[in-house]
């Protein structure tokens, strides 16, 4: 029926926080569309990416410890390009989240923190039933809309529950850090984005 979907994840390096959302986000929504084609394609770039870089090794630890698979991976920049194609942008950080709006400002009600999208999401649970989730594009636009059109009906995440840490060379308890808050808010955004 429709185009695929495309979601775009952002954070600085794209070599930990993004490609670990990327990869595990395409995962868990692939075992939820068992049979279909994609349906939702999930890329990720950065602010100021280590382009062409594999992912962080301690990132993708991370990542392989929750069923994700870093083979292949390569870090690309953000791009004007890049956002305007996608359906839906998440950030790692609320910084990150202003520099993709400033960079297209277009994108801003298709831009969130991936946890605080994961927040505004988390009671949809059969939102939409006026679009049909034979297309994913549609569903994704239509969750999207309604993401965002439910910003300020709560109080707004406070900042540090709403980035994701930056664990880029830093201890090991910080890529434990950064995987358990990404996990955490994982079950509420692949929910809303299968229907």
């Not at 959302?21 to 602010?47: F, H, K, N, W, Y």
């Not at 994108?107 to 059969?126: H, K, M, N, P």
């Not at 999207?144 to 880029?168: C, K, M």
Request: proline letters at 6%; one cysteine or more; glycine letters at 8%.
């Amino acid at each position: 029926m429709g185009d695929e979907a495309r979601i775009l994840i952002v954070c600085t390096g794209n070599i930990c926080r993004s490609p670990f959302i990327e990869r595990l986000l395409q995962r868990q929504l692939d075992e939820r569309r068992p049979g279909s084609d994609r349906g939702i394609l999930v890329r990720s770039a950065g602010t100021g990416a280590l382009a062409g870089s594999a992912m962080d090794e301690r990132a993708a630890a991370q990542l392989m410890a929750y069923g994700g698979d870093p083979v292949g991976f390569r870090a690309r920049d953000l791009t004007p390009a890049l956002i305007a194609e996608s359906d839906l942008v998440l950030t790692a950080t609320r910084a990150h989240r202003g520099k993709v709006a400033a960079m297209y400002p277009k994108v801003l009600r298709q831009v969130f923190t991936f946890r605080d999208f994961a927040d505004l999401v988390a009671g949809v649970d059969g939102l939409s039933a006026r679009v049909t989730q034979t297309d994913p594009r549609a569903w994704v636009r239509q969750v999207t809309e309604e993401a965002a059109a439910s910003r300020g009906l709560n109080p707004p995440l406070e900042p540090a529950q709403a980035d994701i840490v930056d664990p880029f060379r830093r201890e090991d308890e910080v890529f434990t850090t950064m995987a358990q808050q990404i996990v955490g808010s994982m079950p509420a955004v692949v929910r809303a984005l299968v229907g």
